[in-house]
Each structure stands twice: as structure tokens, then as C-alpha cells.
């Protein structure tokens, strides 16, 4: 019996109803209105700031972040945009509102405190850093410059002078001056020492104010450079040279014998206990022409036969650049002068050169561009010379770039939006032109 009843169940179902203002039909919710009455009727954003002012000091390029903190950041970042653009709120009955709207942004110039006392007063007690390389280019700072920019080091500073032989930076607490110090030992070998100078002095207070200087020597050894070493230095480091090629420089000396083929490495300690200069810099490597091997005649040139480490990038009618030390047999350097009986080699070779491939590019930008810190430019070293040695060296870098993956490694570059490629040059340019500097290991940031 109880098996043949039939049990009823009721399905519920939900009606529409008419809502109250526009008569449209729908389900009923909390408040029976639909969201453009629901919005009609209640403005969630009352209250809620639609114009803001972002305060911008043009000296350090930094921002303000209520109240008083300046931060780095970029336009539109979310550290700027910490006002959300859409909010939602419980309305009528419970009812749950969501609504966008716009925020108006207006960046106005204010300089910020530590930028202005030093407006005001140049010489107050501040931290400076004077980075110095006693050499005939610019090509370090030029990278260190890069590697600055990429790990935010100069974040701090308030003020940044370009120099005869080097950068003075300017710091408002002399921890950001040691911080800086620091950050520079991590990657050039460099040495440094530090003076105080008395500022002023509150006897009712006993608190004095300073002015710290930090001069720091960075190594005046460079990649490619042509480096005799002393004797007591190629003793331990086990009979290495004497005449070796600087290959790389970071916060060790890399130094390739290019006759044994034998690397070594130097740290800052190592190198300033027994501190040596270059026999040749890159200012003076000489471009060669390779010949095949087999017997050539030429009336005006001269022609070398050179063991060298790059055999195996040279090919008969290439160009490497190298140091002659033919002509310089008369060279007065004291370390070479302590190895009796030493024969120099004609030629030491240093990389392979692609001159030829950038005439052909001269004048032509680059897909890639580089940041630059806001440097001021001391009175000494302003004048027609100095801007044409400096654009020069500057480009030189920029090949170095170009042509050495290692050295873009720890740098970053940045999409030129201006750059419109050209098919012919991709057919001019050959299958022997200089790698690209967007491969893989380098990496363009947009």
C-alpha cells in the first residue's frame, strides 16, 4: 500500500515582478530596482577623492606617497595609483552596488625636502662620493653608469656631477653615501678612504655637524687592455705571462695568457697588495688584416706571423685589432724591463674587428636604446673637445655592446619606439655583421 503511494513534490519557481521605476519585468532582488535605478538613486562614490594631486620633485625624480615618504616609481605605476577606480558598496536593503568611475591625475613639480636644503644651502654637512679612474676614457663609467641605473643605486642621491676623470655623487645621510660605497665594491675593484670636515657645532646641545667625503680609486686596469705583470705577481699565480690580456673586469680582474691559454682571476685585495698599470690600452690596439697561410707578397705592408687565442673566430680577409709591439720594442715599462731575456712577440691579437660592417651602418640608429643617470657636467671638463671625445667613446661603448654578449649580460636595454627598420640594410649588412644585442642572454626591456 505505502509502496503504491505517489509521493507530490511542489517545484518551486521565482516569478518576475515589474520594478518600481522603469516597469521592466525581472527576477526581484533586495531593493527591486534594477542597477542603472539603483545608480540613479545612490552615487557609491560620494566622498571619494576624483581629482588628486601627485606631487613630483624635478631634482631627484621621486614622488610623493602620503604624508611625507618620496618613492622611485614610474607614471601609472601601482605605487602612484593607490586610488581604485571601481568600488562597491551595500545600498538599499542589502543590496550590493558596483560602479566604475574616473580618477583625474594631475603630476605638479614640488621639490622635496632633502633637495630642497641642498637649494638652499649647496654646502650643507652631506655625504659626497668621489668615484675616480686614473685613465684616458671614460669606457668603466660609461658601464658603470648601466649597472647603476639597473640595480636603482643612485636612488638616493640628490645630486649627480660628471667630472674630469670620474662621477661625484651627493647623499643627504652619509649611510646612503656607505650603502653606495658598498654597492660599488660588489662590482668594480676599487679601494676607498673617508674624511670628515666640521660643519657647525651647538655648544648648548653638543651636536656637531659634518661634512663626509668618500673617495673611492677604481681600478685603472680596463678589459682588452695588454698588462706586463710583475714578477712577484706572476709567481703566484703560478708563472702566468708575463704579458696577459684583461678579458673581463667586475669585482675580480680576469687576465687571459694568450700564448698558454691559461685564465686567472684577481679580487680587489689581491690586485691593490701589489697594485700594476697596463702596458697598452684599447686606445692604442692597431687593426690587422689576416692572410691565409700560404706565401703572400705585399710591398708596403708588413706581415707578422702571431700565435694568438682567436683561431678560432678568424677566417682568411677578416680584421682583428691587436697591440703592436713592433713598433713599441722600444717601450720603457719597469716590470718588463725585470725579465731578462724576454722576447717580446710582434703582435698580440685581441678580438676579431668589425669596422668594415659599421661604416657601412654609420649614421644609422639602433633598434635599442640606454637610460642615463641626470648628471650635471663640471665648468672644467665642458668645451668642443670634450663633447666629441665623449660622444666618441660613448659610441664605442655602444659597439662593445653590440658585439659582446658578456658585457650586456648585467645591463639593461631598452625598445628604441623611434627605430624603423630597413629591409635593405638587413641585406647589406651580411652574415658576418656583429650579433644582436636582443638575443636571449641580453634581453630589450619595453
Not at 581604485?84 to 550590493?96: D, M, N, R, S, W
Not at 690580456?245 to 689581491?270: G, H, M, Y
Not at 636604446?369 to 667613446?393: A, F, Q, T
Request: with cysteine.
Amino acid at each position: 500500500m505505502a509502496q503504491e503511494m505517489r509521493m507530490f513534490t511542489v517545484h518551486h519557481t521565482i516569478g518576475n515582478v515589474l520594478f518600481c521605476k522603469c516597469g521592466i519585468s525581472m527576477q526581484p532582488n533586495a531593493a527591486n530596482m534594477c542597477a542603472n535605478c539603483l545608480r540613479s538613486e545612490v552615487d557609491i562614490t560620494e566622498g571619494l577623492q576624483k581629482h588628486v594631486i601627485i606631487c613630483h620633485c624635478p631634482e631627484c625624480d621621486r614622488y610623493l606617497q602620503p604624508p611625507r615618504t618620496w618613492i622611485k616609481a614610474q607614471l601609472e605605476s601601482k605605487e602612484l595609483l593607490t586610488f581604485y577606480a571601481e568600488v562597491q558598496k551595500e545600498v538599499l536593503h542589502g543590496a550590493i552596488l558596483e560602479q566604475a568611475y574616473t580618477v583625474e591625475y594631475v603630476v605638479q613639480d614640488q621639490m622635496c625636502e632633502a633637495c630642497t636644503r641642498v637649494q638652499a644651502n649647496p654646502d650643507q654637512g652631506v655625504a659626497a662620493v668621489q668615484l675616480r679612474q686614473h685613465v684616458s676614457h671614460r669606457r668603466t663609467f660609461f658601464y658603470l653608469e648601466q649597472l647603476i641605473l639597473k640595480h636603482d643605486a643612485a636612488a638616493r642621491a640628490i645630486m649627480i656631477k660628471q667630472m674630469d676623470q670620474g662621477i661625484d655623487m651627493f647623499f643627504s645621510n652619509r649611510s646612503h653615501a656607505v650603502k653606495f660605497l658598498e654597492f660599488i665594491a660588489k662590482v668594480v675593484p676599487s679601494r676607498s678612504r673617508n674624511d670628515k670636515q666640521l660643519v657647525s657645532h651647538d655648544v648648548k646641545s653638543s651636536i656637531y655637524n659634518y661634512k663626509y667625503t668618500f673617495s673611492v680609486e677604481i681600478c685603472p686596469v680596463c678589459r682588452e687592455d695588454l698588462i706586463c705583470l710583475p714578477p712577484k705577481v706572476a709567481n703566484s699565480l703560478g708563472n702566468l705571462g708575463p704579458l696577459v690580456i684583461c678579458t673581463k673586469v667586475s669585482n675580480n680582474i680576469a687576465l687571459l695568457d694568450p700564448f698558454t691559454l691559461r685564465n686567472c682571476f684577481l679580487d680587489a685585495e689581491q690586485y691593490w697588495r701589489s697594485s700594476f698599470k697596463s702596458l697598452l690600452s684599447s686606445r692604442q690596439l692597431v687593426e690587422y688584416i689576416v692572410l691565409d697561410v700560404e706565401a703572400v707578397s705585399s710591398e708596403n705592408d708588413t706581415i707578422f706571423n702571431v700565435r694568438t687565442h682567436l683561431g678560432h673566430l678568424l677566417n682568411p680577409g677578416d680584421y682583428a685589432l691587436g697591440y703592436d709591439l713592433f713598433a713599441a720594442a722600444n717601450n720603457n715599462d719597469s716590470e718588463l724591463d725585470k725579465y731578462k731575456g724576454f722576447v717580446l712577440p710582434d703582435v698580440i691579437l685581441v678580438k676579431k674587428s668589425y669596422e668594415e660592417k659599421w661604416q657601412k651602418k654609420h649614421g644609422k640608429p639602433r633598434s635599442w636604446k640606454l637610460k642615463s643617470l641626470n648628471m650635471e657636467i663640471d665648468e672644467n671638463v665642458k668645451g668642443r673637445d670634450y663633447v666629441e671625445k665623449n660622444n666618441s667613446e660613448y659610441e664605442q661603448f655602444l659597439r662593445d655592446l653590440e658585439e659582446n654578449p658578456d658585457l650586456r649580460f648585467n645591463i639593461s636595454l631598452y625598445r628604441n619606439r623611434e627605430y624603423q627598420p630597413s629591409e635593405m640594410a638587413s641585406v647589406t649588412d651580411g652574415d658576418d655583421a656583429p650579433p644582436p644585442p636582443f638575443c636571449p642572454i641580453g634581453g630589450i626591456v619595453s
